[in-house]
């Protein structure tokens, strides 16, 4: 029986032969260059006997360096998603419960912005799940500064601080005050 030779482990940089060299010299002068400067043509030393022959392959001793393990990232802050057709269907015609509601009616905004950060607290703590929040329509038409609110609140719910509390928000049904009050569903308490 005779015993195959052990294959080599390591890839071995071989050299160009004399016919491979001036084709890639042909291909690398027909190349046009990304850059305006010319590329230097290298004289490549003729192939000694040595270079024909294959070498054996050489072991290189690297250094190892430790893989650190990244950090565990923050769990992300959740998106805000719309409550489904069939969910708001069922808040608009009375087949699903409003378990709380909120009037910030006649409040300023940090009170309103207060009441609403302590109220959405309460209702997650309580495990409700949807809430009615009253922002009234303010006058419409009239003063551009009239209805804060209503412009407010909507933005308020999309921080951060307020989504770890919600799974998200739509304008509520015209029976439940339409454009002045917002159906918000609150997200389950993380146990």
Known sequence: MSEDP???????KRGLSEDERA???????????LRKK?????PHPPMTTSEAQ???PTMTHRQVVPV?????????????VSLGRKERSKLSRGRSEIDARLDLHGMTQSRAHQALHH????????GLTFVLV??????????PERGVLRRQVPHWLSLPEFRSLIVGFEEAHAGHG???????RIRRPRG
């Open 23 to 33: 084709l890639w010299e042909t291909v690398a002068r027909q190349v046009k260059p």
């Open 54 to 56: 294959p070498d054996k």
């Open 134 to 143: 009253i922002t009234g329509k303010g006058t419409i038409g009239a003063d």
């Open 119 to 126: 109220f959405l607290h309460r209702a997650q703590h309580d």
């Open 38 to 42: 010319p590329r230097p043509v290298r």
């Open 178 to 184: 339409g454009v002045g009050a917002l159906y918000v």
């Open 68 to 80: 650190v393990a990244p950090k565990p990232a923050k769990p992300a802050i959740p998106p805000l």
């Open 6 to 12: 052990e294959p080599p482990r390591g890839r071995r």
